[in-house]
């Protein structure tokens, strides 16, 4: 079956640091989404993305789409307490069906 | 509006027991899903149903059953617990194409101990 590989697992920044989570997949992909996952809930939703070579920007977070549709990324501007929680990018390959990745678990140190 | 909401949000099970966990959506969504979460393992999929009476398999669907007898519900059965499915399970819908919003619903988890 498909899979997603995310990495870095973890990754612990000081306040006010940037931060990247990195997606990578074997096969072109129709979709990625991204989703948070604070300590202790559940995921919530942030975004998807289509086209490829697509940028999307939610204030601090910039969201990339790979220009071959294969590999995607998270950016965070300037780190803050709040950014705490795992961040997972999940596949779509034209089902409805998504492959989570094993996400990025952010620590930000005060 | 409440989306999804998932009973138990905790449980213990002994060896051998079986329990169902609950999923319901007032989202009026076709899609619906079974996660199991374990620790830096991320999200694998269970089970998942397209509509009432359609269900299919996921990636990890042995010592489980669902059943979808309607929009709104979608149970998951455990059938003689075992140790290894101890995890947090999640429920999750799917807003139908055209929505500007794709992402899945997720309910806010089950915590589950099989000792």
């Known amino acids: 079956g498909q899979q997603v590989m995310q990495i870095p697992q973890y990754q612990h920044v000081q306040e006010g640091e940037d931060f990247t989570t990195y997606c990578n997949s074997s096969?072109?992909?129709?979709?990625i989404q991204w989703y948070k996952q604070r300590p202790g809930g559940h995921p919530v939703f942030l975004i998807q993305?289509?086209?490829?070579?697509e940028v999307k920007k939610q204030k601090r977070l910039t969201f990339q789409f790979g220009e071959a549709k294969k590999n995607s990324s998270l950016h965070i501007t300037a780190t803050q307490t709040t950014d705490v929680g795992t961040y997972f990018c999940?596949?779509?390959?034209?089902?409805?069906?998504?492959?989570f990745g094993k996400g990025t678990k952010l620590s930000v140190i005060p | 509006n409440a989306g999804v909401t998932q009973t138990p949000k905790f449980r213990i099970l002994k060896i051998g027991q079986s329990m169902t966990l609950q999923c319901t959506q007032d989202?009026?969504?076709?899609?619906m899903y079974w996660y199991r979460q374990d620790p830096g393992m991320g999200l694998k999929l269970i089970y998942y149903?397209?509509?009432?009476?359609?269900?299919d398999k996921g990636e990890v669907p042995n010592g489980y059953n669902v059943s979808r007898s309607t929009t709104e519900d979608f149970p998951l059965r455990l059938e003689l617990a075992a140790p290894s499915q101890t995890s947090v399970y999640f429920c999750?819908?799917?807003?139908?194409?055209?929505?500007?919003?794709?992402?899945?619903?997720f309910g806010s988890g089950t915590r589950l101990t099989v000792v």
């Open positions: 999940a596949a779509g390959a034209g089902s409805y069906q998504l492959t």
């Open positions: 999750a819908t799917k807003a139908p194409q055209g929505f500007s919003n794709y992402g899945y619903t």
């Open positions: 149903s397209v509509g009432a009476g359609i269900t």
């Open positions: 989202m009026n969504h076709n899609y």
């Open positions: 993305l289509v086209k490829s070579g």
């Open positions: 096969t072109t992909l129709s979709n």
